[in-house]
């Protein structure tokens, strides 16, 4: 089926470093999403994405996240400054339309640990 | 807000035995969709059933559920479980109050052993 890949698979950063999670959608996919999960716990909603602009987001999306996809690249979340709260595995999700009628697809995470 | 909430966190079962994991959801629209999405070890979560019509029964690969909107219900449940089905299963809801917000429930972990 349809593949969401995500890239690094782990990365481990010092608190208050820079980091940012690559996702690739499926290519004709026009919604994006991030989701949250820290080990042991659910996955937890941060944001979703569309037509270039973030459509809605939660309380877990502080200011110091932030999404973008940049000419139909990579769909991407920086996290700038890190915390260590921020040690989670970090999903990302692509559906083709509104995603009551159609389906997610999830990427296999990227483990993020911050020291 | 919406809600999902599954009640067990860890399902343990023979080999042959049925399943059912429950659901219960919470939300103030009238016509939410329910899904069940599967995440085997190390693999992402992927979908494995869902619904938007009440009372109608829905299968995909031997699990089936029915939405049952009178109880707020979406549990799944299949008549004999296999050594394959270990997994971590999580339900899912989607209002039509125009959010695109997929909200997990807590998840269940289901092992079964030979």
């Known amino acids: 089926g349809p593949k969401v890949l995500q890239i690094p698979s782990h990365q481990i950063i010092d608190m208050g470093q820079m980091v940012t999670l690559n996702c690739d959608p499926v290519s004709n996919h026009l919604y994006f999403y991030w989701y949250k999960q820290i080990l042991g716990q659910q996955m937890e909603f941060l944001v979703n994405f569309y037509n270039g602009k973030v459509m809605e987001k939660s309380k877990l999306f502080k200011d110091q996240f932030s999404v973008e996809r940049p000419d139909g690249s990579y769909f991407t979340l920086k996290i700038q400054p890190t915390a260590l709260e921020d040690s989670a595995v970090y999903f990302c999700?692509?559906?083709?339309?509104?995603?009551?009628?159609?389906?997610?697809?999830f990427g296999a995470g990227t483990r993020l640990s911050v020291l | 807000g919406d809600s999902v909430t599954q009640t067990e966190g860890l399902v343990t079962l023979t080999e042959g035995l049925p399943v059912m994991l429950n659901c219960t959801y919470q939300t103030i629209y009238s016509n939410p969709f329910l899904f069940w999405y599967v995440q085997h070890l190390n693999e992402s979560p992927r979908l494995l059933l869902k619904?938007?019509?009440?009372?109608k029964r829905t299968e995909h690969q031997g699990f089936h559920a029915t939405l049952h909107k009178s109880s707020s219900s979406f549990h799944l449940q299949k008549s004999s479980a296999q050594l394959s089905d270990s997994a971590l299963y999580y339900c899912?809801?989607?209002?039509?109050?125009?959010?695109?917000?997929?909200?997990f429930g807590e998840g269940t972990k289901l092992t079964v052993s030979s």
């Open positions: 619904s938007f019509t009440d009372n």
């Open positions: 999700a692509s559906s083709l339309d509104w995603p009551s009628q159609n389906t997610l697809y």
């Open positions: 899912a809801l989607i209002n039509q109050g125009g959010s695109a917000k997929l909200i």
